[in-house]
């Protein structure tokens, strides 16, 4: 009976995903099939829409740079705007500029589910919520967020108030929480995304065993991201200086 029971929830599951795609259009179809797919079972109706809703956000939105610049003390700019690599000119923020906020993601996703086998996360339990992280942790980087949409010319202000106070993982935080309030996670989320440039050796003190460990897995997804975007064109840039 139990099994029988599953069977018809699992079979609903796969219909509701085929409604998903006819409803959100969205062109990454690899992330579902590697990252929802397999874990379908783990993922509640209101998870499966906010990963299409984010997916479909970031696409319309990928002519965004992936680096902060609204906040003239963004982590991005203290980070990056003064390192530089030997080998080229750029400094990495401006190497980082020219990469966009879809691409970033995409490759974000996946080191997070790398990390996360690499650090044993129980992914039958955890790929909905790496999955929202993952996607939703440079939202914020996007000025013209849902929240703030049609709005009036006091609100307009209110909004790029927002933006040039505040890091860009703190206005992920409050464009996710306003646009899906009612997730029963959206805590976890946050908390995970708004440390995930500063993720501390002591803040399992200050959280929960899992959400430590996610902490850690986003903080090491983007650092190893971030790695492989300047390392790949340095490479392309030594290739094209060879050819001529």
């Keep these: 009976e139990a099994d029988t029971y599953r069977l018809t929830t699992i079979e609903a599951d796969w219909e509701y995903l085929g409604q998903l795609y006819a409803e959100i259009k969205i062109s990454n179809i690899e992330i579902i099939t590697s990252y929802v797919n397999p874990y379908l079972f783990s993922y509640t109706k209101e998870e499966l829409k906010i990963v299409f809703e984010l997916l479909e ?9 992936s680096v902060g610049m609204l906040f003239d003390k963004d982590a991005d700019i203290v980070q990056y ?3 530089h690599s030997k080998t080229v000119e750029e400094t ?6 020219n990469i966009n906020i879809e691409a970033h993601t995409i490759r974000v996703i996946h080191e997070v589910f790398k990390a996360a086998m690499t650090n044993r996360i129980n992914l039958d339990i955890f790929a909905p919520k790496l999955l929202i992280i993952a996607i939703g942790h440079d939202i914020g980087k996007i000025e013209n967020s849902k929240i703030m949409m049609e709005s009036t010319q006091q609100e307009e202000e209110i909004r790029k108030k927002l933006f040039t106070t505040h890091s ?3 206005m992920s935080t409050i464009i996710l929480g306003t646009m899906f309030p009612e ?6 989320v946050n908390n995970v995304i708004i440390s995930h440039h500063s993720v501390l050796k ?10 430590a460990e996610l902490k850690k897995v986003l903080y090491q997804a983007d ?3 971030r790695a492989d975007e300047i390392k790949e064109y340095t490479i392309e840039l030594k290739n ?5």
């Design 202 to 211: 002591d803040d399992h003190k200050n959280s929960s065993s899992n959400e």
């Design 223 to 225: 650092k190893s991201a």
């Design 240 to 244: 094209k200086n060879t050819e001529t």
């Design 81 to 83: 705007q003064k390192s």
């Design 168 to 170: 860009h993982e703190h």
């Design 92 to 97: 990495d923020y401006q190497i980082l500029s």
């Design 57 to 65: 956000y970031i696409e319309k939105n990928k002519s965004v740079s």
């Design 183 to 188: 997730y029963v996670s959206i805590a976890l």
